[in-house]
């Protein structure tokens, strides 16, 4: 099985390069001059993509394709005093550019949009600005030029004290949704509400991808393990394509995704640690090696691209793994 390693957002090893500058609403409102505040905007947004750019650059110096966006490339995107505002067509070109050298040198971006946008919510106003939330998320893929392979992974939500109908708003307001955005969304398990198993029932019922995390299964389960999961898990990718073609044309499969981390103590189980534990995670990956041919593996550590070094670091030595690059593996199964 072949594992590319990746990580969310920020560099550790990068200075000065957030992707995630942003403006307070209250600064916001004190700009006299509405137009130059929204240019102002404008232009922190276009910085971000540009520091993004830079990322990927060191992430290809460094062999890695996998890498998530922030979600805050644009501030006060989608906030009540912007509610007139589109910054997309302003940073048209700085997202085509980001997108181009995605698609030149294979890289998988991802989004994961932030826990307001939930789709169990009994609400209608949050229902609704999670709709343009996720809206907002695919046209920046889009407008990158990025096909189906970008994707955005949520959670299902809250259960709101009753797990059962809030499962069912879910799948409603799921298959509501614009078709555009469906395609585009995998479903995560979460570390408190809906577990791997009911996430993967979820995902099965509205033909979503699962993107499985670890950590999260680890404090929040049923007593059924990840890797005797897995062969349901992975079924859900099926379909799902790459974005390339193989040597006859035709297209290749998109690897399923998973999120590793590791607890950052006793006490406090769901937080992340700076790093990831190697042998779990390479006790799971040698447990689903021989049913899976491909895997792509964000890191969610708090020392990003710090904890991938690290993390090939401990796989150089282990028994049963090749080194292929700088982030990728090959590992024999059990």
């Known amino acids: 099985m072949i594992v590319r390693l990746g990580y969310v957002a920020m560099s550790v090893h990068v ?6 500058k942003t403006m307070t609403a209250t600064n916001f409102s004190k700009l006299g001059d509405r137009e130059a505040a929204i240019r102002k905007l404008e232009r922190i947004g276009a910085e971000n993509i540009h520091n993004t750019l830079r990322l990927l650059r060191h992430n290809r110096a460094h ?3 996998l890498y998530r966006i922030s979600s805050k490339l644009i501030p006060l995107v989608g906030h009540e005093l912007l509610g007139d505002w589109d910054p997309i067509p302003a940073l048209a070109a700085e997202f085509r550019e980001l997108g181009d050298y995605a698609k030149k040198h294979a890289m998988r971006l991802s989004f994961h949009p932030d826990h307001f946008t939930v789709l169990s919510t009994p609400r209608k106003a949050v229902l609704q600005n999670s709709y343009a939330d996720l809206e907002r998320h695919v046209r920046m893929l889009e407008a990158m030029g990025l096909g189906r392979e970008a ?5 299902i939500g809250g259960t709101y004290g009753d797990k059962t109908k809030a499962r069912a708003r879910f799948v409603k307001h799921f298959t509501e ?4 955005l469906r395609e585009r969304i995998t479903l995560e398990n979460d570390d408190k509400t809906f577990n791997a198993v009911e996430t993967l029932e979820v995902c099965e019922e509205v033909g979503a991808p699962m993107v499985l995390d670890v950590h999260h299964h680890q404090v929040n389960n049923g007593g059924e393990s990840a890797v005797e ?7 859900t990718w099926k379909g799902t394509v790459s974005g390339a073609v193989d040597d006859a044309g035709v297209p290749v499969p998109l690897p399923p995704k998973i999120h590793v981390s590791s607890p950052k103590s006793d006490s406090e189980p769901r937080s992340h640690a700076d790093y990831v534990e190697p042998e779990p ?3 799971f990956l040698r ?3 021989g049913s899976t041919p491909r895997l792509d593996v964000m890191i969610e550590a708090k020392m990003k691209d710090d904890a991938l070094f ?4 401990a796989f150089r030595g282990a028994a049963g793994v090749t080194v292929l690059s700088q982030a990728s593996v090959e590992l024999e199964p059990l």
Do not use: F, T
């Open 151 to 155: 994707m955005c992974n949520i959670h």
């Open 177 to 180: 949704m614009d078709g555009r």
């Open 281 to 283: 995670l390479l006790a």
């Open 229 to 235: 999961l897995w062969p349901r898990i992975g079924k």
């Open 287 to 289: 447990g689903i090696a």
């Open 310 to 313: 690290r993390l090939m670091e």
């Open 15 to 20: 200075k000065n390069a957030s992707p995630s």
């Open 63 to 65: 062999d890695i394709q």
